[in-house]
């Protein structure tokens, strides 16, 4: 069975950080796309950034560009997020997804999300 575990949100104020952890289990994501989405109260799940295709890029939506950083390590199957300089609009429930192999587009395997509240 395979699983996606977040830990790490929680309350912060606005200029501070937090670092999301995402560790799966029941298979190998070594050839397989990693990633973090975010959903706020009453809009769509965005994309936030990734580790995208066999070379592992690192891809971020404009809104966090030059604040978060995403780092992976694969022996540990494991994707993180740092979040610094954090604003009130990042507040969202964040969910690791992963894919079920690179560069496909798809995004397979959720984890249940974590809540991050940034308080102004």
């Known amino acids: 069975q395979v699983q996606l575990v977040e830990s790490g949100g929680g309350l912060v104020q606005a200029g501070g950080s937090l670092r999301l952890s995402c560790v799966a289990s029941?298979?190998?994501?070594?050839?397989?796309?990693m990633g973090w989405f975010r959903q706020a109260p009453g809009k769509e799940r965005e994309f936030v950034g990734g580790?995208?295709?066999?070379?592992?890029?690192?891809n971020y939506a404009d809104s966090v560009k030059g604040r978060f950083t995403i780092s992976r390590v694969y022996a540990k199957n494991a994707v993180y997020l740092q979040m610094n300089s954090l604003k009130p609009e990042d507040t969202a429930i964040y969910y690791c997804?992963?894919?079920?192999?690179?560069?496909?587009?798809?995004?397979?395997?959720w984890g249940q999300g974590t809540q991050v509240t940034v308080s102004s």
């Open positions: 997804a992963a894919s079920n192999w690179y560069d496909t587009g798809k995004w397979d395997y």
């Open positions: 029941g298979r190998t994501f070594i050839n397989s796309d």
């Open positions: 580790s995208i295709g066999s070379g592992g890029i690192i």
